[in-house]
């Protein structure tokens, strides 16, 4: 089993950074894949970028690619998003997710975990 907690959100104007943290509980961190998604108010919930059990291979949406970076640390249980050069199209609560296939997922019913959300907004 595993819960995640994400932190890091905030308030930001536009060109600005961030850095997204999710805490994971347990000791099978390693054993799964884990993504973050993000909700924009009034649409559906969206894959931002994911990253292997390894670390190695990483996967990002391209609205998000060249400008947000995953990665984890498994020693502390935890995966980051740094985010730069922030939009106002970027405000959203973002969300966590943990999935135990190896396989590259984007879909909400392929995860197996979820946190609660971070809010983050970017203001121009």
């Known amino acids: 089993q595993v819960q995640l907690v994400e932190s890091g959100g905030g308030l930001v104007q536009a060109g600005g950074s961030l850095q997204l943290s999710c805490a994971a509980s347990g000791r099978t961190f390693d054993e799964y894949a884990m993504a973050w998604f993000r909700q924009a108010s009034g649409k559906e919930r969206e894959f931002a970028a994911r990253?292997?059990?390894?670390?190695?291979?990483?996967y990002y949406a391209d609205s998000v690619k060249g400008r947000f970076t995953i990665s984890r640390d498994n020693a502390k249980n935890t995966v980051y998003l740094q985010m730069n050069n922030l939009k106002p199209g970027d405000t959203a609560v973002y969300y966590c997710?943990?999935?135990?296939?190896?396989?590259?997922?984007?879909?909400?019913?392929?995860?197996?975990?979820w946190g609660q959300g971070t809010q983050v907004t970017v203001s121009s």
């Open positions: 990253i292997s059990r390894s670390g190695r291979i990483k």
């Open positions: 997710a943990a999935d135990r296939s190896p396989l590259v997922h984007t879909l909400i019913p392929e995860y197996d975990y």
